[in-house]
């Protein structure tokens, strides 16, 4: 029979079980998430498991990072699902504070990202990874974790988040791990419930479309017009907008246009009627 996690809903609470895991001397590995989980986020746990003695997955909707214009009151919910699944991998402890406990009356401080924020997504959602970046200095210091595993799904969110944590000197490393894709290439995420049943037929295009951008750019093509190839083929097959497709610096983000021997990233956002799809693939 599998494990029950311990649930855990205040601060106060959290600190009693860390420190306890400390005093034995237990590693411990957090996993954030806003929940909704599929086995994207599971396999960020059974990696957690392998590198850390203890480990702490963090279920929070984080309001901060959606515009008010955003999906933040239709992100799908189910804890009960979410615990189950938890339990079936033996999480040691879920850490879901009330968005009271996160943001209690009077709350007034947010950490400003830095220059990996500016473009991409921060083009598009300009308060993102404010938001992002204040949520997760929040967990590292309420969980005080050895290390934090992030999914390359969101590849510019690991990139800005990095940053913080060499620019803020935060005592944790970060660990990225692969994203996991529907047999047709589409990366699980939790937005994909939102896809009717033929933009779910369509949207396996995205990760076709970058992972040519990638093929492509790798045998030296002209990177500019791949790009711009790849989006009319996105809108032909049926997507409605392409936010942004580019190749960038992986480090940086920078945008690159002629060819380097830097580690490149190709990252896609595209509308498929009212659902926005992220991506991204190594050149
Ligand atoms: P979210 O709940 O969407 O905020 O995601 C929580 C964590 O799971 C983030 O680090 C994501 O990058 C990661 N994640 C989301 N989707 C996937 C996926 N398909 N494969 C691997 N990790 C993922």
Redesign the pocket.
Known sequence: MSKSAKIIRSVKDLRKQIAKWRASEKSIAL???????????I??VKLAKKKADRVVVSIFVNPSQFAPTEDLSRYPRDETGDLNRLNAVETDLVWAPDVSEMYPDGFSTRVTPGTTSQNLEGEFRPHHFGGVATVCCKLFSQVTPDMA??????YQ??VVLRQMVCDLNLPLTLVG?????EKDGL?????NTYLSVQERDIAPSLYAAISDVADKVSEGADISASIAAAKQKLISNGFTKVDYLEVCDADTLVPIVTPTDRPLRVLVAAWLGKTRLIDNVAV
């Open positions: 996993v954030p998430t806003m929940g909704a989980l599929h086995d994207g986020h396999s960020l595993i992030f999914g390359e799904k969101d969110q690991l791990a692969p994203t996991r894709r990366a699980l995420s939790s937005r």
